[in-house]
Nanobody, 114 residues
């Protein structure tokens, strides 16, 4: 499975971004897709995840301002990020979990200026 994330960039505080991650290759019908983020010197942290039947889980970092969704026909997961803050600056990674393990994309940089 290959994951290609996109949609990151530079945005002012209070702005919005929508990240996308497309899965390709051997796609499994039952899977969980998620978004994580990481800043230098810190561990990668979960933002949100969504199952193939649209059950969502949000970590504290993703509650309130972020929304995860997916399009199974396009094998794509999205992360809508609103009211962005400078502390949201990080590399955002897409994750794909199946029964035998998980896969990671290369990440997309999000920078929020104050």
């Amino acid at each position: 499975v290959q994951l290609q994330a996109s949609g990151g960039g530079l945005v002012q505080a209070g702005g919005s971004l929508r990240l996308s991650c497309v899965a390709s290759g051997r796609i499994f019908r039952s899977n969980i897709m998620g978004w994580y983020r990481q800043v230098p010197g810190k561990e990668r942290e979960l933002i949100a995840s969504i199952t193939s039947d649209d059950r969502t889980t949000y970590a504290d970092s993703g509650k309130g301002r972020f929304a995860i969704s997916r399009d199974n026909f396009k094998n794509t997961v999205y992360l809508q990020m609103n009211n962005l803050k400078p502390e949201d600056t990080a590399v955002y990674y897409c994750n794909y979990v199946v029964y035998h393990g998980d896969y990671w994309g290369r990440g997309t940089q999000v920078t929020v200026s104050s």
